[in-house]
């Protein structure tokens, strides 16, 4: 497909009146990979792989679906362009220390980088480890002053808030706060991965 037809406002348009991509929600459904290796020889990879939404634009060119995510283009320096990507907020992480490297990254749509800096601030500044800080309760805001936070936790994370001018709203669908993939090399440890079970996420990790 030539590149100057695929990022036309013509076919963009086209795209929209088949009802088959969402534009008005920056959303996210659970089809998006994220991913992390780290080999015996020190290559460690840190990726995210979507469509955006199941089939994305259901547009098929030669054995490959075309993702939706032309939604994501806005205005000034985002703007449609001939040849330009959009902004996005697929971030796979890598972190590097004199003694320790980490790589994560995580499915969410908008909410990744949200889930993946609450996950490796408790790591690298409170000391928590990796596993305990994927496990723990996810708290997000949403529109500025709407936070919402995960059910069927025995301790809440934040206090009361009523009266702050935020509203606080209960979510059970566990899938919304992301699925983060981590793994990790230090001089101390090994090799060590962690694992979230929001959509059914595994690890390995082995020390020869």
Known sequence: MDQNISVSQNYILELLDLDVTDFTEEEECE??????????????????????????SCTEVDGFYMNNTGYLFGNYVNARQNGKRPRTHISPVILVSDDE???????????????LANVLMDITKYGE????????????????????YEVGYD????????????AAVAYSYHSYFGNVSL???????????????????????YNP
């Not at 089809?31 to 994305?56: E, H, Y």
């Not at 301790?155 to 935020?166: D, V």
């Not at 230090?186 to 390995?204: F, L, M």
């Open 31 to 56: 089809d998006t990979t994220a991913f992390t290796i780290i080999d015996k020889n020190g290559m460690v990879v840190a990726g995210t792989n979507t469509l955006s939404s199941f089939f994305g």
């Open 101 to 115: 490297v980490i790589a994560a990254a995580s499915p969410g749509g908008n909410r990744i980088s949200r889930v």
């Open 129 to 148: 480890a990796p596993q305990a800080a994927i496990d723990k309760q996810r708290l997000l805001f949403v529109n500025g002053n709407v936070l919402y």
């Open 155 to 166: 301790t809440p994370l934040f206090a009361n808030i009523s009266g702050s001018g935020h």
């Open 183 to 205: 793994c990790g090399r230090n001089t101390t440890a090994g090799y060590y991965a962690a694992e979230d079970v929001r959509r059914c996420g595994s690890s390995r990790a």
